[in-house]
């Protein structure tokens, strides 16, 4: 069968090409064309835009942005079209994918949602028009089968979470340590600041000035390779900084704490045992919008997945060198608070352990689209 995927972000292209192997595993014939990354490509997918080209952050970056955005939708569309998949797959990125689902509904395309939009988190009334556009839903995160199903009556398959598959496949690289050869006496903190340029601009002077006030420890800081190396010019001045660039997980293996910009990286550091500290700033305008429409009450997918405070969240004018360098010293140390964080770590791990996502999804799809051929 034919199955056209959309990926628009880094974290999508990763849980895609986990998607696309396991989708194989059931569909010897399977062939698959798309908007993803180089995961998703070297898994199989005829790759037509990567998602490099599409990373927009923030409502002010958005609307700047809206006809390079309809241009991508206008091909997607086009694509979809005149390939005439069996099936397509959205995987995350709600806005773009969103308005893929309802043409294909429209249309009279088969979708499939893998990795659901937050609509949980601000908009709720959006799971409306999900349910009313895709024919099947696979959600990652065990409170939203609930979510769906108490607020518009659908029933959605919770098929694990990619971020615990991953973790779980993760092998150290054998000679990392002795590559960055860090100080044996001074504990070594992750420092995590995100993906995206925009978070960078904001976060990077506060982490920052922890270093600086903060020499008893040695930090590492997660680069990636999408963004420039003078994004991280500010911590350059110190010596008790390393640069690690696209081995997030590594370095995780070996950090006694980590300070991390809310994301997905919030979770991938719980599920390493690394107690946390979770960091958000954005501009002034961006925070005055979010503050209004998010309806959950927490930012961090550890606190989420617990329902309760696990890691402390220190957002915008919460956010200060002296609130964050506080926290680090208790999760640093043996104190009754690291071990709080670390109880909390393997509560949500738990949680989480029901089998591949990965698996389980590409599995449900293969099963569901037989079922309809039949």
């Known amino acids: 069968m034919k199955y056209y995927i959309i990926a628009g972000e880094r974290s999508g292209d990763l849980h895609g090409g986990n998607l696309i192997k396991a989708i194989k595993l059931h569909d010897a014939d399977a062939t698959f064309k798309g908007f993803g990354g180089d995961y998703m490509q070297e898994a199989g997918l005829d790759l037509s835009v990567h998602y490099k ?3 927009f952050m923030g409502f002010i970056e958005f609307l700047t942005n809206l006809f390079t955005i309809a241009n991508y939708i206008k091909q997607c569309k086009t694509e979809i079209t005149t390939w005439k998949p069996d099936v397509v797959i959205l995987i995350d990125y709600a806005g773009f994918n969103r308005r893929i689902g309802q043409f294909c509904k429209q249309h009279g395309i088969t979708v499939y949602y893998y990795i659901s939009p937050k609509v949980w988190a601000w908009r709720q009334g959006r799971a409306w028009s999900l349910k009313a556009s895709i024919d099947k839903m696979f959600v990652i995160l065990p409170f939203e089968k609930a979510f769906f199903k108490r607020k518009v009556d659908w029933d959605v398959d ?26 044996a006496d001074k504990a070594l903190i992750a420092l995590l600041p995100g993906s995206r340029a925009q978070e960078l601009k904001y976060i990077i002077p506060v982490m920052a000035e922890v270093i600086r006030t903060n020499p008893t420890y040695h930090f590492a800081v997660a680069t990636v390779s999408n963004l420039d190396r003078k994004s991280y010019k500010a911590f350059e001045a110190f010596t008790n900084v390393t640069f690690v660039e696209e081995a997030t997980y590594d370095l995780l293996t070996y950090a006694k704490a980590a300070i991390v910009t809310s994301g997905t990286a919030t979770l991938e ?26 309806q959950v009450p927490f930012i961090s997918l550890v606190n989420l997945i617990a329902d309760r405070e696990v890691v402390k969240e220190m957002i915008q004018e919460s956010c200060t060198p002296q609130t964050v360098s506080m926290e680090l010293t208790q999760l640093v140390n043996d104190t009754e608070r690291r071990r709080f964080v670390l109880a909390g770590n393997q509560e949500v791990y738990q949680i989480l352990d029901i089998g591949s996502a990965s698996s389980n999804a590409g599995r449900l799809m293969v099963e569901y689209l037989k079922a309809k051929v039949n």
């Open 53 to 55: 080209d599409m990373a």
């Open 158 to 183: 919770y098929v694990g979470n990619p971020v615990l598959d991953a973790v779980k496949d993760f092998k150290p690289s054998a000679d990392f340590k002795s590559k960055y050869n860090w100080p």
């Open 269 to 294: 550091t719980a599920l390493f045992h690394v107690p946390q500290i979770v960091v958000y700033k954005t501009s002034a305008l961006n925070y005055f919008i979010g503050k209004k429409v998010i």
